[in-house]
Every structure is written in structure tokens, then in C-alpha cells.
């Protein structure tokens, strides 16, 4: 495999086919050595989705699937509205942001069209779209490659061009959230751009449906304990609630 986040997916393609996997199998399949193998299921293993058995893992728990924009548009849309609006309202004339891309995040950019003196900056394609024509938003886009998958850009360009800026606010979407492995994207090169926008704002805002909850993608974004405000729906479960709440984190029910 080229590298070893595609090796990482292909054995979790395996095991959801499967339910488990041997050492030897792997491989056999991947053309690599016993001791990656198993500090492939290893590091798997940390973030709760193997569970390592004599000779190889099994699966724990599946990760979420990766849809489409158009699926995941579909998906929690009146959720998605109430979070995207509620986040607008924590934007104040004067802010620099930086709004990632997601089909969350859209609903707070379609919000800001009548913003007055904010600075956006984004990384999707979609969300520049919507704020092209915003005369009170000044806009800047990363650049870098386009995930279609996603309407995102990422990469060396993308992260080259926030690293000369200080945000005030960066408002987050996520594909997992986990109260012990924090929050979570599908892909390593979203995942690394996502983590340069940490580095690059005073506050982190996530905003996520709660089906997103206890949910574990494949590549971590940060820890819980660098997050300072979740806006979520009222289908949050107590367990989270209160576990955020302990964590020290601002929770906001978007209803």
C-alpha cells in the first residue's frame, strides 16, 4: 500500500467484511511486514474499532460511512439549519473566522449574507460560494486540491495559505465525535488541514448533528480537551451532555 492511511482503510474494509483478521493475511495482501501489521491494528485498536485477538483483530465497532454532499445535505437537514443559525449568532461584526467546509457549515455561511465587517475564511468550495456575493463579508479561499467528495480543498497549498493568519473563532464540522478519542474525520488530508485550523484560532466551535455522537472516524482532528463550544440538537443523549458539560465544554442546544 502507498501509504498508511490507505493501508489503515483497507483493513477496516476487511474486517467489516469479514469480522476479523489475521497477521498473516494481511500480509500476505498488503506486501508489508508482521511488525506494521500490528502496529496498524495497534493504533486501531487506540481508537476503539479493533479489538486485537491470538494472532490478529477483530472488529469492534464499524466507523461511520462517508456519503456524498447530496446524501449528506438530505441527512438531519432541519438539524443542520437550526445549528448553522445558531452559530451565526456567535459572529460579531469585526471577527476574522475560518468556516470549514461540511454540509453543517453551509447553514452558517447562508446566515452571514447579511454579516457587516467579518472576514471568512474557508476551505470549501460550497461555502465560498454562498458568501461570494456577501458585500459585508470579506471572503478568502485556501486553494489547494479539490476533494469532490466533499467540495473541500486540502493539502500543502491549502495549509501554507492559513498558516499566516490568526482567527478569532473556527467554526468545525465533524464526522465522529468521541468523548475518549475527541473528534474525527474520514479523510487524513481534511484531517490535517482541520488540525492547522485548530492551531490557528483563539476558540474552536464544532457544530454536528447529534448522530455524530459516539461516533469514531478513522483520522482524529484533536482532542476534546482543546474544543471550547459544541452547537448541537436536542437528540443528544445524557451521557454526552454530561460528559461534555464535565469536560469544561460551552454546549449550546440549537432548537
Known amino acids: 500500500m502507498r501509504n498508511t492511511s490507505q493501508r489503515r482503510e483497507t483493513i477496516l474494509q476487511m474486517l467489516s467484511r469479514q469480522g476479523s483478521v489475521q497477521v498473516t493475511e494481511l500480509v500476505e495482501q498488503l506486501g508489508v511486514s508482521a511488525v506494521t501489521i500490528r502496529h496498524d491494528l495497534s493504533a486501531l485498536g487506540s481508537q476503539g474499532l479493533v479489538t486485537r485477538s491470538h494472532g490478529g483483530a477483530v472488529l469492534t465497532r464499524v466507523p461511520p460511512p462517508e456519503h456524498t454532499m447530496r446524501q449528506k445535505d438530505a441527512l438531519y437537514h432541519e438539524q443542520k439549519e437550526r445549528i448553522g443559525a445558531f452559530a451565526a449568532s456567535l459572529v460579531e461584526a469585526g471577527d476574522n473566522i475560518v468556516i470549514d467546509s461540511g454540509t453543517t457549515t453551509i447553514f452558517l455561511a447562508r446566515n452571514l449574507l447579511d454579516a457587516s465587517g467579518v472576514t471568512v475564511a474557508t476551505n470549501g468550495l460550497n461555502i465560498a460560494w454562498e458568501l461570494a456575493d456577501a458585500p459585508g463579508v470579506d471572503l478568502i479561499l485556501t486553494g489547494g486540491l479539490l476533494r469532490k467528495q466533499s467540495l473541500s480543498f486540502q493539502g500543502s497549498q491549502a495549509e501554507a495559505c492559513l498558516q499566516v493568519y490568526n482567527f478569532d473563532k473556527l467554526f468545525l464540522g465533524v464526522d465522529g465525535l468521541d468523548l475518549q478519542f475527541g473528534v474525527t474525520t474520514h479523510h487524513e488530508a481534511e484531517a490535517s488541514l482541520n488540525r492547522?485550523?485548530?492551531?490557528?484560532?483563539?476558540?474552536?466551535?464544532?457544530?454536528?448533528?447529534?448522530?455524530?455522537?459516539?461516533?469514531?472516524?478513522?483520522?482524529?482532528?484533536?482532542?476534546?480537551?482543546?474544543?471550547?463550544?459544541?452547537?448541537?440538537?436536542?437528540?443528544?443523549?445524557?451521557?454526552?451532555?454530561?460528559?461534555?458539560?464535565?469536560?469544561?465544554?460551552?454546549?449550546?442546544?440549537?432548537?
Open 196 to 255: 492547522m485550523m485548530v492551531e490557528r484560532a483563539k476558540r474552536i466551535i464544532v457544530l454536528t448533528d447529534s448522530s455524530k455522537f459516539g461516533r469514531v472516524s478513522l483520522h482524529r482532528i484533536a482532542q476534546l480537551d482543546r474544543i471550547h463550544t459544541i452547537i448541537t440538537d436536542a437528540g443528544i443523549s445524557p451521557e454526552y451532555r454530561e460528559g461534555l458539560l464535565k469536560l469544561g465544554i460551552e454546549l449550546h442546544i440549537a432548537e
